[in-house]
């Protein structure tokens, strides 16, 4: 048997980060920024007004000096002229500051008549002026990879990019294997079954930025099988799920290395999950997983998700781990890292009491996976132990 990261190395190495697409701004998040991007322009691209006032010099400030106000800078309309001493200029937030004037007193502090205003007791000390380029300056870059959060899509529209380079979403073919197997909304057989593994993993995949295509079942047999696969042609992963380990009826293996996968079968030294089988067969990586419903899911997280990232230009690293407090012991592990369904309480961790990995309903109350090393030594509660965010 392999460890787990011995597994995931062995994925890494099927894949490469896939070439990059310009979209338009309004698309771009979530996705991978896939060079840096530099600003078109300062922000602001002049001194700016951050308050609704009067503007003027500073060094004529003084208890009940007086100033003549001789016109008006609005947003989108600036003053075109210089303010002169004893004067000031009528001033809105967003407008440009006019040449010569060096503060905004706001419009609160000051005493209006006529053209004339004079200036309260106990000014608010601040310029309020945005100084040209405080946000960012021209040439300024964001910088890539990255995935584009909100924030990131304003700051770019900002900075005036209509349009940004991201990495192409990896396109991952899902091929669900067996006789049992049938479509959500079908009327299933006396000794059938739904197919489950396809839909979760297709919402988790693209969770990380990959697009999914959910294929037809495969029956058990040779044929329906090199139909699936040929379904599958144009994809960047295709991913069998079921008959993957040395049962009468997995040829799942035996078809795929017909089909010209250069296949490695491991044993992952892993619970739940254990027989993976992986490849590249045409243009695409190829993965086996195993069927059980929350050994497909954790596989999923597990070795599926960090080799999106990869193809997506992130990086070839594992789910990132968080800590936490075990609210409850736990007894000692054997020799194969145990992915563990888990709460997160206020008490801390709390592993589900039931973990056969066929159960979905266990695995939906789940929001995260406990990570037992392999040979764990009991646990006491209180200790800090690994997880995965699911
Ligand atoms: P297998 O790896 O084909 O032996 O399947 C192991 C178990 O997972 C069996 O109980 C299958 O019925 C079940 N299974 C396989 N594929 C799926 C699927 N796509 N959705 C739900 N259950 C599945
Ligand atoms: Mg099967």
């Known amino acids: 048997m392999i460890t787990v990261n011995e597994a995931l190395e062995a994925l890494f190495a099927l894949v490469t980060p896939l070439p990059t697409e310009e979209v338009p701004l309004a698309e771009a998040v ?99 002026i945005r100084p040209k380029g405080c946000d960012f300056k ?38 669900s294997t067996g006789d049992e197997l049938v479509m959500p909304g079908e009327t299933p057989g006396a000794d059938q079954i739904i197919a489950s593994n396809t839909f979760g993993l297709k919402a988790l995949l693209e969770g990380h930025g990959a697009k999914a295509r959910i294929l037809p079942i495969a029956r058990d047999t040779i044929s329906s099988l090199e139909t699936a696969f040929g379904l599958a042609a144009g994809a960047d992963l295709v991913v069998t799920i079921g008959g993957a380990s040395v049962g009468d009826h997995d040829l799942v293996g035996q078809v795929a290395g017909q089909m010209g996968m250069d296949r490695a079968f491991y044993k992952v030294a892993m619970r739940p999950g254990k027989p993976l089988m992986a490849g590249r067969m045409g243009g695409a990586a190829m993965v086996g997983l195993p069927g059980n419903p929350v050994s497909a899911m954790v596989c999923g997280q597990v070795f599926l998700a960090p080799m999106i990232r990869a193809m997506l230009g992130l990086g070839a690293h594992r789910s990132s781990r968080l800590t936490a407090r075990l609210a409850a012991p736990l007894p000692p592990n054997g020799p194969r890292e145990h992915y563990m369904r888990a709460r997160r309480t206020p008490e801390g961790l709390v592993a589900e009491g039931r973990q056969d990995s066929s159960l979905l309903s266990v695995l939906a109350e789940a929001d995260a996976l406990l990570v037992r090393p392999v040979n764990d030594p009991a646990r006491a509660a209180g200790e800090t132990v690994e997880y995965l965010d699911f």
């Open 138 to 175: 021209i040439g300024e870059v964001m910088g890539a990879p990255r995935v584009l959060r909100p924030a990131d899509i304003a700051l770019l529209a900002s900075m005036n990019c209509a349009t940004v380079p991201v990495t192409r979403r990896p396109v991952v073919a899902l091929i």
């Open 30 to 128: 979530d996705r991978v920024l896939a060079s840096d991007v530099a600003a078109r322009r300062d922000q602001p691209p002049f001194a700016a007004s951050a308050m609704d006032g009067y503007a003027l010099r500073d060094d004529e400030v003084a208890l009940g000096a007086r100033f003549e106000v001789i016109g008006e800078a609005a947003a989108g309309h600036g003053f075109d002229g210089v303010v002169g001493p004893g004067q000031a200029v009528r001033i809105f937030t967003g407008a440009p500051v006019p040449e010569e004037a060096s503060r905004v007193i706001i419009q609160e502090d000051v005493t209006r008549s006529g053209t004339e205003i004079t200036l309260n007791a106990d000014l608010d000390p601040k310029p309020h």
